[in-house]
């Protein structure tokens, strides 16, 4: 969950990026530099969701970055 959580807002802050004309930058960042967006205690170890999480942005913002 939070590789598909992670990778949605990496793709939106591409888009934003994007429109912006921003640099590339795929760490998450402003309203997602929390890592734990979208977390419930019913998905497990937070940690665990946190890394899942980056790495889903990380994929979503290069995604959407080529895409936009």
Request: hydrophobic share 15%; net charge positive; aromatic share 20%.
């Amino acid at each position: 969950m939070g590789y598909r959580t992670g990778f949605q807002a990496g793709i939106s802050q591409a888009r934003e990026d994007t429109y912006k004309n921003k640099p590339f930058n795929a760490n998450p960042r402003g309203k997602y530099d929390d890592r734990d967006h979208g977390y419930r205690r019913e998905y497990g170890d937070k940690n665990s969701y946190k890394a899942q999480y980056s790495d889903g942005y990380r994929a979503g913002y290069e995604s959407g970055f080529r895409r936009y």
